[in-house]
């Protein structure tokens, strides 16, 4: 099992990018329960990627750390809540 959990992110809103500060994520699409099959997004040496799914497109930048801009597109765990 991995040493860390892989971040979640959502596009409720319809934003036209998010920038993420991870290039390997989850994207749900909507929030549950109209997501989409939630599916992992390796980035790898691209700075940018679009998911098949909902068409979001996700922009890196390093200096968000493992956050995402908008903060609230990242799907927080409710047991952490």
């Known amino acids: 099992m991995a040493g860390h959990a892989t971040p979640h992110f959502h596009n409720q809103a319809g ?3 998010i920038r993420v500060g991870v290039k ?3 994207c ?3 929030l549950p329960p109209f997501d989409h099959p939630h599916i992992f997004i390796d980035m ?12 979001t497109r996700f922009v890196y930048d390093s ?3 493992a956050a995402c801009d908008p903060a609230e597109c990242e799907l927080k ?3 952490a809540a």
Not at 44 to 49: K, L, S, V
């Open 15 to 17: 934003y036209a990018k």
């Open 24 to 26: 390997e994520f989850m």
């Open 77 to 79: 765990d409710k047991k």
């Open 28 to 30: 749900i699409g909507a």
């Open 63 to 65: 200096s968000l750390h």
């Open 44 to 55: 790898g040496a691209d700075d940018e990627t679009i998911c098949a799914y909902c068409s």
